[in-house]
């Protein structure tokens, strides 16, 4: 696995709650220790470790992986909406990454019996294979990602995700238009 960045453990101590906007000074900020770029960074390290895996087995890219994964784990099929919905990506970069996967025969167009304006995509038999073969690898990694905490700890990390993406939410439906 690739070796992430070097982690701050005292970025805790260094990182208050940011004053409020009338309380501004430029020295107040640092970059270093400002939230979304240590999510960022964070995101960075995580995407790195897992793509190291799907890119030497299968020259994929982080997209075309999360589209196996949401295909791996629904053998109906989607319709490329759905895989936007479930994945938060872009319909450009599903799409680019649907027509790489059909290129490398590990997706399958049909028609949509539901609806014959549309299709669905599905993993090839090739596609299912290479999603076998990487899931319980890509899993191993997430094992080795959370080595040395508890299930304590994870629940409260995905609890404290799950209340800023919700403060993000509300952010977004007051009418800013960006989070």
Known sequence: MPKPSSPDTSLCDKTPIPPEETDFRPQDFNLETFFPYLVRVFYSDVTQAL????????????????????????????????????????????????????????????????????????????????????????????????????????DTILSIMQRIRGNLARHVDAGTGEA
């Open 51 to 154: 793509s190291s895996v799907y890119q030497r087995d299968y020259g994929m890219m982080p997209a075309e992986w999360r589209t196996m994964a949401i295909l791996g784990s629904a053998p109906a099929g989607l319709q490329a909406s759905e895989i936007v919905t479930r994945s938060s990506m872009d319909k450009v970069v599903v799409s680019r990454a649907v027509k790489r996967m059909e290129e490398r025969g590990f997706l399958l167009r049909e028609s949509n019996a539901a609806d014959g304006r549309s299709f669905l995509l599905k993993l090839s038999d090739s596609g299912r294979a290479a999603f076998e073969d990487l899931a319980p690898k890509l899993l191993k990694v997430e094992r080795e990602m959370l080595e040395g905490l508890s299930a304590a700890d994870v």
